[in-house]
């Protein structure tokens, strides 16, 4: 996220606190990982902070 590239993470540890601006990019499974990705419905980067 720092580098303004999008992130695909799991429900883990402090990913909600992190992601919390982009809760539709955190997942529960690696194929709900798998189906994110292959939508590629990513923020744009300059949304990210950093």
Not at 31 to 48: L, N
């Amino acid at each position: 996220m720092a580098c303004g590239t999008a992130v695909v993470a799991l429900n883990r540890g402090a990913v909600p606190e992190v992601m919390a601006g982009f809760p539709h990019l955190i997942c529960r499974s690696i194929p709900e990982m798998i189906a994110k990705v292959k939508q590629a419905k990513f923020p744009d980067p300059a949304r990210i902070p950093f």
